[in-house]
């Protein structure tokens, strides 16, 4: 029987916790576009400052999100309304619970935030 | 030596389709289309997973990579074909289509985008304007399985669900660009609904040997673009890598000679890989 080629390790396969495009892997940081798309009349740290803080402020609604009734409008002119509880790291899947659907509701459901056009909550 | 197969897993699905991209300076890197609607890229020569392509609402049938790697193009089921940088996994185009779409190939400057369906149409986007109408080409009169570039870009060649192959050269483009393919000539491998790949001798025709590994029909097989390996996706959801010439050390597979199997120091370098549960 002849003898089974070696192996150094086995592929590693996906993390299971975001998409992956590791941001540090020297490819990343090679060719990734460098930065933002700066306007044209180039102010890019100006820029660079409203992002991050509508970035936060976004992330901030999120949390703020949380347990609140929300109304989403989806696609094919569905509008659903649900308890919110939380979205995944790359926002694109938001845990809900009790959504109401045109079929029932729905004790727990994931919502595919592609599908989402727009919601709306009270602070 | 006998081949030590390596296996990919990751996907949930069969996976049906799978490309690999030119030689970069990173390397050269994979991408498999799977029924789970989730596309994946991987290091080319130890397959290794770099990323999901997020996005697509259905079965992806169609992947591809352009020669640089930095672009990637998918074919799916729930009507669109999409585009997608490579370096950061984002989406950038999405192509809408009539109906459900199965192949997607790059020319080799990436300017153009080559589609087929089950619609029976080939279409070519200018990725430069993709909002711009692309230019069809009607024919085929069953669903369209693969359409290919090939002589330069100047020809294409589509399989079609009748058993058809229609080989069409493209008149008008002149912006089109011309380059060398480079094609390995001793051998062609395949793989079969027995869930063996196959190796044969492309002068003769000659079965040389097969392999088995996959627990179901093997979809799709490629070569790498250094023919040092070949990929195999299947219906049992993973991709496997297989060397072309068994023994030779190449990525992850090292050869080791029979006296240091022995010794201490080969503990990280184990003959059968242990069994990973899926």
Redesign the interface.
Known sequence: ???????????????GHS?????TS???Q????SSIQASTNGCLKEEQRSRSTLRERFLRSLIAMAGKTVDFTMYERVSVTATFAASDI?I?NFQVSHLQTPLGIQKEALL?C?DIIAYTFNL | MRQTPLTCSGHTRPVVDLAFSGITPYGYFLISACKDGKPMMRQGDTGDWIGTFLGHKGAVWGATLNKEANRAATAAADFSAKVWDAVTGDEMITLAHKHIVKTVDFTQDSNNLLTGGQDKVLRIYDLNKPESEPLEISGHSSGIKKALWCNGDRQIISAADDKTVRYGILLKNSSLSISIFVVLKDVFVAGGDDFKLYKFDYNTGEDLESYKGHFGPVHCVRFSPDGELYASGSEDGTLRLWQTTVGKTYGLWKCVLPEELGSENSDSIYGTPPEVKA
């Open positions: 029987m002849a003898t089974p080629m070696s192996v150094v390790r086995l592929p590693r396969g996906p993390n998409r992956g495009f590791d941001p020297p490819r990343y090679a060719l990734a576009p790359d694109l595919r592609p």
